[in-house]
């Protein structure tokens, strides 16, 4: 019984990690990922591609989840939980192909000069302890291709108060909406 209470305690409290890595590769259009807990146990991976109106994520080799354009805009206030990750690491490498244009060497440099500024703020605002980024620019070469690498961390009980949260706020919202309906029918 002890036992169990120190696992829970332990789950609860302490941080567990998730590395996130992600390739895009602009000639095949698509983007790859993964999710790993603890550095080495694969949770989750999948790709996503292009079609008219969207982004087709691609979770398994039968079934897609379609997001449009416009529900892509209001996603990240559907995903108020990520505030509570810890980003850890961070690295990229950048290979940009000099046979896609004239543009490519000021692309390299802007890409340079945002990099910078996000490893700025993820040392300075979000207590990254590491960020890396390495950009690359091959002559002959015609393809566009990012591969990086985020480490995360978050503990259960966190992730545990932000679900009660979203609950509370969807039986308000159902409640509220409930409450209008009765209103109308009056």
């Known amino acids: 019984m002890i036992i169990a209470v120190l696992i829970s305690v332990f789950l609860l409290l302490f941080p567990i990690f998730l590395t996130v890595n992600i390739y895009t590769d602009l000639e095949k259009k698509r983007i ?3 999710l790993y807990v603890l550095h080495g146990i694969k949770i989750y991976g999948g790709y996503v591609s292009m ?34 990750f810890s980003v850890i690491a961070f690295n990229y490498v950048a290979e940009l192909g000099s046979e896609l244009g004239q543009n490519m ?15 700025v703020y993820l040392i300075s605002k979000r207590q990254c302890d590491a960020y890396k980024g390495d950009i690359y620019f ?22 545990f108060v932000a679900a009660v949260k ?20 009056k």
Do not use: C
């Not at 039968?62 to 939980?81: G, M, S, T």
């Not at 091959?138 to 992730?159: E, H, P, Q």
């Open 51 to 84: 079609y008219g109106e969207g982004l087709a994520f691609h979770l398994t080799k039968n079934k897609a989840v379609l997001l449009p354009f416009k529900e892509l805009i209001n996603a990240p206030n559907k995903f108020k939980i990520t505030r509570g």
């Open 105 to 119: 060497v000021l692309a390299a440099a802007l890409l340079r000069i945002a990099s910078d500024l996000f490893g």
């Open 138 to 159: 091959r002559l002959g070469w015609n393809n566009f291709k990012i591969s990086l690498r985020a480490i995360l961390a978050f503990n259960v009980l966190l992730l």
């Open 166 to 185: 979203i609950f509370l706020q969807k039986i308000l919202e159902w409640s509220v909406h409930e409450r209008k309906s009765k209103q109308k029918s």
């Open 32 to 34: 790859w990922f993964s």
